[in-house]
C-alpha cells in the first residue's frame, strides 16, 4: 500500500500532503502489528478492511484515497504475490543450509566404504 500511495503521489493524483499522512499512517499500523499492539475486529471483513479503518482512524478521510485505482481483488492480489515470493526466498534459504549440511556429512565420510544395492540385493 505504500508503494502504491507512492505511486499516486508522482502521478499527481494525490497531493504530497496526503501522501505523507498515508504513509505514516501505513508505518504506524505496521509498527503496531509487529509490536503485537494492533487490535484486529472479527467485526470487519478482513485485515485490509482492519488496516483501512485503522488508517481512517490516525489519519481521517485521507486515508480513503489510498484506493484510487485499484481495487480490493488488486490487493489480494498483490499481497498473495508478494507473500508466496517471501515464502519462495524462504525456502530457497533452508535448502542452502540443507545443501551445505549435506556436503559437510558427505566430506566427512568421502572415504566411507558403502555397499550398492540393486533390487533390494547387494550389487
Known sequence: SIAHCEMLAQTRIISAADQEKIAHGLN???????AGTFEFSTRLEDIHMNVEARLADLIGSAAGRLHTARSRNDQVAVDLRLWVKDECFRVAEALKGLIGALLERAGEHAATVMPGFTHMQAA
Not at 504506524?28 to 509487529?34: A, G, V
Open 28 to 34: 504506524t499500523i505496521l509498527k503496531e502489528i509487529e
